[in-house]
């Protein structure tokens, strides 16, 4: 295993920004950064969740007193104007949604991150501008205060209503693209999708209860634009769903892994391999079939591996190319997906969680083995001599890779071992780097790693 | 549950037969009348002698030579714990045994790790126990709560002794599962009531 962990190394590797501090005195399950403002929600074994700064670094507030046991999960409302809306999942079987002003607190001075009601009319880069210094300020006057205003942060979070209605324990949640749809998932093999109804009285109304799973589902996550859902479940299975007509069911079961799929996250819509080749991109990004795939799929199980997986083009699965008789798909919604690659392994115990960076199209994986491992999609020429020794990427043919043909491969960027010293890490997330340290010139990027010490850590990808 | 048990006659081995450290000259079992049940009273384990290592261990886990916690101990750790079906201990009903611990680096390619993974073995009193799952889930927090963090625990069902022995252990392995068991009331009611014998 080539550690790649030497500050002095021209290699790429991970270098700490920060700890998060103070961290949970017990397990930490995972990290959500919020998709406007740089703050992180983190999950823990304490039942509760802590919100931290992603400019500081330091804990901003922790809610609490709504859920009796460990909190498992959380994920934030996309597309909410002048509040954060967080929906929390627990082991004591319900979801929580908790409501807080952007505002607050900027009144009395106090370290909110609160944006005034007066900037909601400008435009959005304005106003993400005005955001940012206005938090900025808020912090700087939080660290001059030190740890003032923890005593009224019981305020500030509104607790707004609990989703009751799995038997067992939440174990993922899922806001739509859009934020119009929730989706929670259980150990009672159970996924639930939530209308969020806007109506200003917190109503959530129960549109599908999807019930083909043989196990635990372990996690949910929608498609980046559509409303699509995928999950992964304790049955060692993904499974996509979609609504046909008003009622939602399971359009395709992607079997392949050897243990309990983890977790699941999809690609951006507009992602490329890496390629200093202008012609070759070009080349790539002209085959439609890969174009009309869409999205692709990362997960990672308890059999160590890390697979992306692909939907076969829908106009292809119609008219039979594959060769298989159409007769098997009776309803049009059915997909096809492929296992496109097992990517390089490196984890040696199980990969608990996976993150497709939307910015940069990198992929983290950590796992209980303490590594944080970054892999890189390059664009490379196949030619006749290396096409049969190098690891099939394709289900196309050795025929149909002329010389000349282009094709994505996947490589281990950095390794690091033992990013939070003995304990196994539960979570990995990409999130937009907000520290003073940063390049101010061009959008960076962090990754959080979650840990089982309760510890979250903020890295760099140095190149 | 008396009434439902699923093995009424198990074979009991003689707790004087059974390997340990545990057992030093003063010791009280004599004053307990010893024979087969003396290994479930608690006087048999001393808490001290737990509580000592651990703080060895923490205090010296840099040091790779020092690794004062082998398998005897671990047998110690789980041999006096209690069946949940009868007041006798794993030790005495043979479903944990010596033979069937075994310690390992966690990460045999990386040398410098400190992590150990524990494994344990657990034979069923009879193939169709449903309350393999349980004992699986005591012997598991017994040694998560008794071992240093860098220690992790593998306890899986012996191959050929259970029908379902896959399906408990991919749920002894699932440490979202084992998380979610230590919160349940009424489960975690009966592991420490099967842990009360250890200490």
């Known amino acids: ?463 | 549950m008396e009434s439902s048990m699923q093995n009424s006659n198990p074979t009991i081995l003689n707790a004087a037969d059974l390997p340990t450290r545990l057992r030093p000259s003063s010791c009280k079992a004599g004053t307990y009348g010893g024979g087969i049940l003396a290994s479930a009273l608690p006087s048999l384990a001393d808490p001290t002698n737990f509580s000592l290592s651990e703080s060895e261990e923490s205090d010296e886990d840099v040091d790779l030579m020092e690794e004062p916690i082998d398998e005897q101990e671990i047998f110690d750790l789980v041999s006096t714990i209690s069946d949940p079906e009868h007041p006798i201990s794993l030790g005495a009903l043979a479903v944990v045994s010596l033979p069937d611990i075994s310690i390992k680096p966690t990460l045999p390619d990386v040398p410098s790790s400190l992590l150990r993974t524990v494994s344990v073995l657990i034979t069923p009193t009879i193939t169709h126990c449903s309350l393999a799952t349980v004992i699986g889930l005591g012997v598991r927090v017994r040694l998560e709560q008794s071992l240093p963090p860098r220690f992790r625990v593998d306890v899986r069902i012996k191959e050929g002794t259970h029908s379902t022995a896959d399906e408990v252990n991919k749920q002894l392995a699932d440490k979202e599962r084992v998380a979610a068991a230590l919160e349940n009331g009424t489960l975690m009611g009966v592991i420490a009531k099967m842990l009360e014998t250890c200490q």
């Not at chain 1, 003032?148 to 019981?154: H, I, K, M, S, T």
């Not at chain 1, 993922?172 to 859009?178: A, E, H, I, R």
């Not at chain 1, 999950?231 to 069911?249: C, F, K, N, P, V």
């Open chain 1, 1 to 463: 295993m080539a550690a790649v962990d030497h500050p002095a190394s021209s290699l790429p590797h991970l270098q700490l920004l920060s700890d998060l501090t103070p961290p949970s005195l017990e397990r930490t399950w995972l990290t959500a950064p919020h998709p406007r403002l740089p703050i992180v929600a983190t999950c823990s074994s304490d039942k509760t969740v802590r919100v931290y700064s992603l400019t500081n670094f330091r804990l901003l507030s922790t809610i609490s007193g709504g859920h009796k046991r460990s909190v498992r999960t959380a994920a934030w409302k996309p597309h909410v104007q002048g509040e954060s809306v967080l929906a929390t999942g627990s082991f004591d079987a319900t979801a929580g949604i908790w409501r807080r002003w952007d505002s607050y607190g900027q009144t009395t001075g106090d370290e909110g991150w609160g944006l005034g009601q007066e900037i909601t009319t400008k435009s959005k880069s304005q106003q993400e501008q005005a955001q940012e210094t206005d938090i900025l300020r808020q912090q700087q006057a939080a660290d001059n205060d030190n740890d003032g205003g923890a005593d009224d942060e019981d305020e500030e979070w509104r607790f707004a209503v609990l989703l009751d209605g799995h038997d067992s324990e939440v174990k993922s949640v899922s806001w739509s693209p859009s934020g119009m749809l929730l989706a929670t998932c259980s150990r009672d093999k159970s996924i639930w999708i939530w209308e969020d109804l806007d109506d200003g009285d917190n109503n959530f109304e129960t549109v599908a209860v999807m019930q083909e799973h043989e196990g635990d589902v372990k996690c949910v996550a929608w498609h980046p634009v559509e409303e699509c859902l995928a999950s992964a479940s304790y049955d060692d299975t993904i499974r996509i769903w979609r609504e046909d007509l008003d009622d939602w069911g399971q359009v395709a079961c992607l079997r392949g892994h050897e243990g309990t799929v983890w977790f699941v996250d999809w690609e951006s819509v507009e992602n490329a391999p890496v390629c200093s080749e202008e012609t070759l991109l070009a080349q790539w990004k002209g085959d439609l079939k890969r174009e009309l795939s869409g999205p692709r799929i990362v997960s990672c199980s308890d059999d160590r591996t890390v697979r992306v997986w692909r939907r076969q083009p829908k106009e292809q699965a119609a008219t039979g190319g594959t060769g298989m008789p159409s007769i098997l798909r009776p309803t049009g919604l059915d997909e096809t997906w492929e296992e496109e690659t097992v990517l390089p392994k490196v984890h040696d115990l199980a990969v608990y969680a996976v993150a497709w960076s939307k910015r940069t199209g990198l992929l983290a994986s950590v796992g209980a083995d303490g590594r944080i491992v970054i892999y890189e999609e390059r664009l490379v020429v196949v030619d006749d001599a290396s096409a049969g020794e190098s690891q099939p990427m394709d289900t196309d043919p050795p025929a149909a890779a002329a010389k000349g043909a282009v094709r994505p491969e996947w490589a281990v960027l950095a390794v690091l071992p033992g990013a939070h010293g003995i304990y196994e890490i539960n979570h990995v997330a990409w999130a937009k780097r907000a520290d003073r340290g940063r390049d101010v010139s061009r959008e960076e990027e962090v990754l959080v790693t979650t840990a089982d010490d309760g510890s979250v850590k903020v890295w760099t990808v140095k190149r």
